[in-house]
């Protein structure tokens, strides 16, 4: 299967401001002409969206890690099928807001569970796929939970406690560590025009060396 689009995710902890800097990616791409896709995970599809609303709720009952972790990977699966995958054939870029890198970060390193366990899901699911290029924005935890403060309802990873946000960054870490090609990190906790001023200078740097 020949991919002619470029794959972008988006990642990062609670208020990191990924809504906020999806927008100027969009931007963006839109200046230089470039058709895309914006999509999300979990969610992007009908199917995958009722996934989301299931693993977001809050509720009485203790929701397992491993349901949580194979909930994730059933929404992607749908998701890569019916949305990523063929936008991609079509040579379309995808920006997705959050992708494998979150399942890692949340379900690894925030709940613990086996990373191998997650590696061999991604291989079911995605197979050798992974984004061409990573946008990691990066806060300390205190401050993009502050940036929350004011929202009036908190989904179920929101009412999470700081250690496990704290878990969550380390492993963000550890992924950009692991995969420095494609993974670029942005400091968060500046002045947005100053964060979207390097998100600018990484995607004018990805179309120089994917045109080379
Ligand atoms: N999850 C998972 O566990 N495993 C997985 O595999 C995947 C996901 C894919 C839903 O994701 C949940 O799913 C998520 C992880 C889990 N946990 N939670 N919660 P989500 O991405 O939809 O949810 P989110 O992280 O809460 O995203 P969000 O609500 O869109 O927040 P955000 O994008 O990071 O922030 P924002 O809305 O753009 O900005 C927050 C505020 O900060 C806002 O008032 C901005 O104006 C402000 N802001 C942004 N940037 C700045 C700067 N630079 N300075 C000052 N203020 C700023």
Redesign the pocket.
């Known amino acids: 299967m020949t991919l002619l689009g470029k794959f972008i995710t988006i990642e990062?902890?609670?208020?990191?401001?990924?809504?906020?800097?999806i927008a100027c990616v969009e931007s963006f791409l839109q200046a230089q002409a470039i058709s895309y896709v914006k999509t999300?995970?979990?969610g992007g599809t009908p199917l995958a969206e009722e996934i989301?609303s299931l693993?977001?709720a809050p509720r009485d009952e203790k929701v397992c890690e491993k349901t949580?972790l194979l909930l994730?990977f059933a929404a992607?699966a749908q998701h890569l099928q019916q949305v990523i995958l063929p936008a991609l054939q079509r040579g379309e870029w995808v920006i997705c807001?959050?992708?494998?890198d979150?399942?890692y970060?949340?379900?690894g390193g925030?709940r613990k569970l086996s990373l191998d366990t997650i590696a061999t899901l991604e291989t079911v699911v995605q197979g050798g796929l992974q984004p061409d290029l990573t946008l990691l924005?990066d806060v300390d935890v205190g401050t993009?939970l502050a940036?929350?403060g004011n929202r009036e309802q908190i989904?179920r990873?929101?009412r999470e406690q700081q250690d496990f946000f704290e878990a969550v960054r380390a492993m963000y870490h550890q992924r950009a560590k692991q995969f420095p090609e494609r993974f670029r990190i942005v400091d968060?906790?500046?002045?947005?025009e100053v964060?979207q001023k390097n998100i600018i200078h990484y995607l004018q740097q990805f179309i120089a060396s994917s045109a080379a």
Do not use: C, H, I, W
């Open positions: 990062g902890g609670e208020g990191v401001g990924k809504s906020t800097n999300r995970e979990p989301r693993l977001l949580e994730m992607r807001d959050r992708f494998t979150a399942t970060a949340y379900q925030g924005l993009g940036r929350l989904d990873f929101e968060a906790g500046q002045p947005l964060v």
